[in-house]
Nanobody, 115 residues
Framework: QVQLVESGGGLVQAGGSLRLSCKSSVSLFSLSAMNWYRQAPGKQRELVARVTTGGTTDYADSVKGRFTISRENVKNSVDLQLNSLKPDDTAVYSC?????????WGQGTQVTVSS
């Protein structure tokens, strides 16, 4: 099993920044990739960013140039830096991994961006 614990959400004004962190109970090298998703009220969950074991990153078009995902291998964590935040970024952000063909999710952390 994998346990994922997110931290770092909060309330910020438009244009501000937040840094989210997701700590894994297993080594990142055991995981093919780590993903950050978000879900806003009334909307489908969407993949925001992912980083593979090899360090390849991918981002949703809506966050490219504003969000940065990074691995902290020693800490077994993946951070998501959120810059130039917009009210549309308001959502619950959750990290996700697939381990031994099973999906694991963190509890989620709320990000609220005020206009």
């Amino acid at each position: 099993q994998v346990q994922l614990v997110e931290s770092g959400g909060g309330l910020v004004q438009a244009g501000g920044s937040l840094r989210l962190s997701c700590k894994s109970s297993v080594s990142l090298f055991s995981l093919s990739a780590m993903n950050w998703y978000r879900q806003a009220p009334g909307k489908q969950r969407e993949l925001v960013a992912r980083v593979t074991t090899g360090g390849t990153t991918d981002y949703a078009d809506s966050v490219k140039g504003r969000f940065t995902i990074s691995r902290e291998n020693v800490k077994n964590s993946v951070d998501l830096q959120l810059n130039s935040l917009k009210p549309d970024d308001t959502a619950v952000y959750s990290c996700n991994v697939v381990f031994v063909r099973t999906n694991y999710w963190g509890q989620g952390t709320q990000v609220t961006v005020s206009s």
